[in-house]
């Protein structure tokens, strides 16, 4: 029997409408970041190896509760943090339309939401075309919504279902959304969200990061963009550390997933456009070796040989926490 986690992890990606509808309904639950689960921000580009071993489909949000359960739909996250009835023992007519709108944003507006928004992902796409058929949608919402709310004169967990959606779709098309005719109710709906406190705060810190959450499992590596530029031309990375190269040191000095900031202070805090490079050591070709540092017992991972571009999974541009929030260096 795995041992009980102390607090439920959300792995979570801030701009992923699926994962803003979960943390969307946590915040209705009441229930904080840091202190009733613990937030894990994602880089789509580079899934930590914790989530895919969590779920095998790698997408988010993924919730893990204490006893080792994954909620791995954004729907199933919903209905635990909101503890939502099953299908018995709620009014049928009200739980099939919920169904059928569940369905028509999750699968045809959502696909023609991603054509319209990211016609360059889909070779050969025609824009317009998605976009009128997304509006289709929408206006047969704006009907459904005269009451107010999609279900009645009421919010629903189904109106914060669909809001993150119904969001990116104007932040597309900002300019046709507001002009359109047919849409006024649904302008009047989105716009009460949009003024109200929680999709501000889903959007913000602590529930949003605007860095990827760090991996135990991987090491870091600060770098100044202009040396990542230059690896990534020749293919290998021989820098050790600021104004040193592999060649001076013998060693690409790396810090562990909670030894980033205190590098930062130390070493780069005055220099500009300073990257965080992701590295998975299972894609080292040369040693690593983990070694204390001169002036203390404390560890470091040290590469005994230059970084492959390869090993690099995400090279981010690092946003130290404001001082006096970031832990005291020892
Ligand atoms: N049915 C899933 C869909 C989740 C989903 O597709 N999330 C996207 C991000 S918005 C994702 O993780 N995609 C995987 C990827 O981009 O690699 C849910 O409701 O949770």
């Excluded at 880089?43 to 989530?51: F, N, R, V």
């Excluded at 503890?83 to 696909?111: E, M, R, W």
């Excluded at 025609?126 to 709310?149: C, F, M, P, T």
């Excluded at 004169?153 to 959304?177: E, G, I, N």
């Amino acid at each position: 029997m795995p041992a009980e986690l102390p607090r439920p992890i959300l792995y979570s990606f801030r701009r992923c409408p699926y994962a803003m509808r979960a943390r969307l309904a946590l915040f209705l639950a009441g229930k904080t970041p840091g202190q009733d689960f613990e937030l894990r921000e994602v880089s789509l580009k580079a899934k930590p190896p914790e989530l895919l071993e969590r779920s095998a489909k790698a997408t988010v949000p993924v919730l893990e509760l204490t006893d080792g359960t994954v909620l791995a739909e954004s729907i199933e996250i919903m209905q635990w943090a909101l503890d939502l009835p099953s299908d018995q023992s709620t009014d049928q007519s009200i739980y099939q339309l919920a169904q059928l709108l569940l369905v028509q944003n999750d699968g045809p507006f959502k696909h023609h939401l991603d054509r319209f928004k990211y016609p360059d992902r889909y070779p050969g796409v025609d824009r317009e075309h998605h976009g009128a058929a997304a509006v289709a949608i929408l206006r047969e919402w704006n009907l459904q919504l005269a009451k107010g709310w999609f279900l009645g004169d009421q919010p629903s967990w189904l109106d914060w279902a669909v809001l993150p959606f119904a969001r990116q779709w104007r932040l597309a098309d900002r300019d046709r959304f507001d002009r359109h005719g047919g849409l006024e109710h649904l302008r009047r709906w989105l716009q009460g969200f949009e003024q109200g406190p929680e999709l501000a705060a889903v959007m913000a810190p602590p529930w949003a990061q605007r860095q990827a959450w760090r991996s135990p499992r991987w090491i870091y590596h600060l770098a100044l963009a202009e040396d990542w530029r230059a690896a990534k031309a020749c293919g290998e990375y021989r820098r050790s550390t600021r104004g040193l190269s592999l060649e001076q040191v013998g060693f690409i000095h790396a810090s562990g997933a909670d030894q980033v900031e205190a590098t930062f202070r130390r070493f780069y805090a005055d220099a500009e456009a300073v990257l965080l490079l992701t590295i998975d050591p299972g894609c080292l070709d040369a040693p690593l070796r983990w070694e204390a540092a001169p002036d203390g017992g404390e560890l470091f991972p040290h590469i005994y040989g230059p970084l492959p571009v390869g090993a690099v999974r995400l090279a981010e541009p690092f946003i130290p926490i404001p001082f006096g929030l970031a832990p005291v260096v020892p």
